[in-house]
């Protein structure tokens, strides 16, 4: 059938959205956000676009959706690493080669036509949010905030030109493991004059928890690759998506001497309860999506740790996951999956396996020259 590669105005953006809720409909492990919070995303008065554009294509099969993928430039990414790399995410396609790869290749297009020299992804839009395409790790669904595809995705963006440019690892992290008797004892001397202290958020005051965020976030992971400062507009916007659900166990902080030296945040599973609600609550579905809520987030995923650079290799990463392991059990959770880290990370990925993490799912970010 006739195969077209077509941009999507703004006026059509639900159908953009909607798409892979039409592709995975029946799948037995994929699960979608809640679509207005895409459409938040994706729309042009989100603050990740007042330095980033967007292009928005789809392909067709003889006027049937076959296909969606974004063309994003990032500028804060360029002029923080000083390179012209373009970006692909929101990608999903059916088994098609064909479609998958004129999608591709008119992003690329449209991409050196804004003067980029390469693309990187998959992202939505940045790595800031979810991104990377499954490489290992199929037999279950996704965490919350991570991402799920089936196999032939990674056949699809090969065919199409890319090879990997990093993988990104997920632990799985049991609670009834406890936290190792030689970890408590290196936190006990490097403690010895309590000067070290963690604090649960204040969810009453949640604006100064969220300036504390602020302060440690750009300087814990300003090394990192692919990494790019978040901008208070954007930390703004993610804090107002997080104020409805924070609880003091979610996040916390640790200090020296009473200065903001780093944090770890926390999230239940969110999927478990809108595996079923197709993307949309409504009548019919937002009893068993509360039930599910209320009683049946058993795990969840560690979302972010960061110590600020002054403070790091003195024990205080090991105080924050011994403080996530804690709250975990408290919260009755079975296992918390730690995602992501760089597969070059040897330092944090070695302990997070000496805590009793075993690495249980990959991921990967691909790349093209254009």
Known sequence: MPLEIVEIPEKDLGIFVDYPFRLFKNHPFWVGELKRDTVHLLGTGHPFWRHGERKLFMAKRDGRPAGRVAAIVNQAHNNFHGDKTGFFGFFDCEDDKEASGAMLAAAGAWLKAKGM????????????????????????????????????????????????????????????????????????????????????ADVKNINAAIGEVKDIYN?????????????????????????????????????VDGKPAGFCLLLPDFNIALKNVQGALGPLNILPFLYRFSFK??????????????????????????????????????????????????????????????????????????
């Open 219 to 255: 300087s814990a992971w300003e090394k990192n690759w692919g990494f790019v400062p978040m901008s208070a507009e954007e930390m703004d916007d993610l804090a107002g998506a997080l104020k409805p659900m924070l609880k003091p166990d979610y996040l916390f902080f640790a200090r």
């Open 117 to 200: 020299d390469s693309v990187m992804g998959p992202v939505n839009p940045s790595f800031n949010e979810t991104c990377g395409m499954l490489l290992e790790g199929f037999d279950g669904p996704p965490m919350v905030m991570m991402p799920y595809n089936p196999p032939y995705y990674l056949e699809l963006a090969e065919a199409a030109g890319f090879t990997k440019a990093k993988d990104l690892y997920a632990y799985r992290c049991p609670t009834a493991v406890g936290f190792p008797d030689r970890f408590e004892k290196i936190l006990a001397r490097m403690n010895r004059d309590g000067n070290v202290t963690i604090h649960l």
């Open 297 to 370: 987030l058993n795990r969840g995923r560690m979302l972010t740790l960061g110590v600020k650079k002054e403070y790091r290799n003195r024990g205080i990463e090991l105080l924050l996951i011994k403080q996530a392991v804690v709250a975990a059990k408290k919260m009755g959770w079975e296992y918390g999956e730690l995602s992501w880290t760089l597969e070059d990370n040897t330092r944090i990925n070695k302990t997070i396996e000496a805590i009793g993490s075993e690495l249980y799912r990959k991921y990967r970010i691909f790349e093209k020259k254009l």
